[in-house]
């Protein structure tokens, strides 16, 4: 099976929970799966959705937890939560950090819901706004700029810095 049929398969699949029309990111993660697994079933993809946002997801809170612990505090309550492994009602099970749910597949993507899930947790349990510019004082939020996640003022929309690296 080629790939295009393979793609053609799974966007006809009534119980895939996903959408292939016009998401690049899905497609290009795609063709990865099929490089490395070839024409896999709808299940096995989604197995393979779920392990892929769970594992970026604890990378990018590994990544981002150490420095807002260095402006808020100890954060031990701040992890990776899986609501619901894969199965009947969610095929693709659910990732969340926070209350914000992931479902990036790629870093950059998932770097965003991750950073806004971090903002929100600091916000929800510590009352606090993390983090903020460093000239106005503001907090920033997690936008894409230049294909890269990165902490912008909500003042002047500029760039304060990338949110990972």
């Not at 989604?46 to 392990?51: D, I, P, S």
């Not at 950059?108 to 510019?133: H, K, S």
């Not at 106005?136 to 700029?145: A, E, Q, S, T």
Request: charge should be negative; proline fraction near 7%; aromatic fraction near 8%.
């Amino acid at each position: 099976m080629t790939f295009e049929d393979w793609l053609a398969y799974l966007a006809g699949a009534p119980e895939a929970d996903f959408d292939l029309l016009d998401n690049m990111q899905l497609q290009n993660w795609l063709q990865t799966v099929y490089r490395e697994n070839g024409a896999a079933t709808l299940e096995w993809v989604h197995k393979l959705m779920f392990e892929q946002r769970k594992r970026l997801a604890e990378d990018l809170v590994r990544e981002l937890k150490p420095h807002a612990e260095s402006d808020v505090g100890p954060l031990e309550d701040l992890s990776v939560l899986v609501p619901e492994l894969p199965g009947t009602d969610f095929p693709s099970g659910i990732v969340t950090v926070g209350d914000v749910a992931i479902r990036g597949l790629d870093p950059a993507e998932a770097g965003l819901e991750v950073a806004d899930g971090v903002q929100t947790f600091i916000a929800d349990t510590r009352y606090a706004v993390w983090p903020l510019c460093p000239v106005h004082r503001l907090g920033l939020h997690p936008h894409m700029r230049d294909s890269r996640p990165s902490w912008v003022c909500s003042q002047k929309s500029h760039v304060v810095s990338t949110i990972y690296g």
